[in-house]
């Protein structure tokens, strides 16, 4: 048994428009290399914590190939062995050390973690198999704190719950005068969330629409019609409360909240309110409303008479980028670019990329992102890690992650491409992509 190398939606973004996004920039170009040369060791993280520190890239042929490598062990341990994770009889994980090609080994279950090799412990002047049992216990500790709240058996957390992660609560960050209409909004994810699955999707236009009326009326007199009736930021809210779980829900909700007012009034530009606070308004009885109703069909138009051959018009928008799938939140977007102008608009979006490209741009847009939320951006050229970025986001915020190769070969080689996302060590959605022919 021996460390291998393999690791394991739709976009509608106007790239005129880019432009005007927040675009962070978090590494790019030969800066990149320059780093990567400097760093003799990655950080294993689990559950915001350090739990082991590699210092030689082994057989992946770079350190970030090993990292990305021990990473995908540990999703699939938090996947596949949760038995084994939360063993009753162990009180906690049940990991196994033990020798596997003459490398001391950590391993629960049938997923091998992770393999000390003697760079990893000169540092420490610790023998190869003393690293792997200090490593063992960093995992002990933190494996049950990186499963998903909703996965984790009652008898653990009865019987350990100063182990259970807390999720702190985050304020709306809104101003006194607009307590009430915070309140108003979370009634209305509350009762979105408490909704059954069929009521909900018929309904969800409709407590969309009631959300912006509620935030375009409030302390704005004679403001008329809402002129927004569907707006992404808010179907995108009512989405997230419901696949949340419950603690994650209770202590974010506020939040989001905050986050779906600040961005309605951006939008539509409102001015300042005015008066006194109102009382607040109750969530309305969903039965007696009307449903929205489709659109009326258009006529066929009435074929005209052939005109004569001219130049073809250049479209006034860039065509629309492929759809690649869907991604785990916060990840709400993500699409790939052959690189940004001087006003960081995105060029060349798409899948497949000319020979001897030097440069590939992730643009990601995230979403309702929880303090310290890590998100990993890996590209994978069949068993190599050809580069790997990580960033501590959180709320909303949109970068664009600089790939490039700067060195020699100072472009990507042809041939099939995969970017990797990942959430706090989790699989985040895949990207496939081609660069050449």
Request: net charge negative.
């Amino acid at each position: 048994m021996q460390e291998s190398s393999r690791a394991d939606g739709p976009y509608e973004q106007d790239c005129g428009n880019v432009s005007k996004l927040k675009i962070a920039v978090i590494i790019a170009g030969t800066v990149v290399a320059s780093i990567a040369m400097a760093q003799d060791y990655a950080n294993i993280t689990l559950a915001g914590e350090v739990v082991a520190r590699v210092r030689t890239a082994g057989p992946y042929g770079s350190l970030y190939g090993r990292q990305a490598k021990i990473d995908q062990r540990i999703v699939e341990a938090l996947s596949s062995e949760l038995d084994n994770i939360f063993d009753q009889e162990a009180d906690g994980p049940d990991l196994d050390v033990n020798q596997v090609d003459g490398r001391w080994t950590l391993s629960i279950g049938n997923v091998m973690l992770i393999q000390a090799w003697p760079e990893d412990a000169a540092p420490y002047g610790v023998s190869t198999r003393e690293l792997v049992y200090q490593w063992r216990e960093n995992f002990r500790r933190q494996l049950p704190k990186a499963v998903s709240p909703i996965k984790v058996p009652e008898w653990w957390k009865e019987a350990h719950p100063e182990a259970l992660p807390e999720i702190e609560k985050k304020p709306h960050g809104m101003p006194p005068e607009d307590a009430v209409l915070v309140r108003e909004v979370v009634a209305l994810l509350d009762e979105a969330r408490e909704m059954p699955a069929d009521d909900f999707e018929r309904l969800a236009p409709v407590i969309e629409e009631t959300i912006i009326e509620r935030i375009w009326t409030y302390r704005h007199p004679q403001c008329g019609p809402t002129p927004l009736k569907h707006y992404v930021r808010v179907s995108n809210a009512l989405e997230r409360v419901r696949a949340t779980s419950e603690q994650q829900h209770e202590a974010e909700k506020w939040y989001i909240a905050g986050v779906i007012i600040r961005a309605v009034r951006q939008k539509l530009q409102m001015p300042a309110g005015v008066g006194d606070p109102p009382h607040q308004r109750p969530v309305p009885e969903w039965d007696e409303l009307p449903a929205p109703q489709p659109a009326e069909p258009e006529a066929p138009a009435t074929p005209a008479a052939p005109a004569a051959p001219s130049e073809p018009e250049q479209p006034t928008q860039p065509p629309a980028p492929p759809t690649f799938g869907a991604f785990s939140a916060p990840i709400h977007r993500a699409v790939l670019a052959a690189g940004l102008d001087e006003s960081q608009r995105l060029l060349g979006v798409g899948s497949v990329f000319a020979p001897g490209t030097d440069r590939l741009v992730v643009y990601l847009d995230v979403r309702g992102a929880a303090e310290n939320t890590v998100i990993t951006v890996a590209l994978r050229h069949g068993d190599e890690i050809v580069g790997q970025r990580r960033t501590c986001v959180e709320g909303d915020i949109r970068l664009a992650v600089i790939f490039s190769p700067g060195g020699d070969p100072a472009s990507f080689a042809s041939g099939d491409y995969v970017c990797e996302l990942a959430v706090n060590g989790q699989s985040g959605g895949t990207i496939p992509f081609q660069v050449g022919s």
